[in-house]
């Protein structure tokens, strides 16, 4: 059950990471380098909980 409650924070950061720098830089609308800085950094933890709990129990599977 944990590895389906772990595909949520992961597929969120992974879209967040993506969707920050995929867009042009200095377009109109495209996000400032600190917001890009500070969000893929707040992503990166959702990813590793996510990843955490999808992997995490391969390693232990009682």
């Known amino acids: 059950m944990h590895r389906v409650i772990g595909i949520v924070p992961l597929g969120i950061g992974i879209t967040v990471i993506v969707f920050l720098w995929s867009q042009p830089f200095g377009e109109f609308h495209s996000p400032p380098l600190f917001f890009r800085i500070f969000g893929s950094f707040v992503a990166l933890f959702f990813c590793l ?3 955490g709990l999808v ?3 391969l390693a232990n599977p009682a």
């Open 49 to 51: 909980i996510g990843g």
């Open 55 to 57: 992997f995490g129990q």
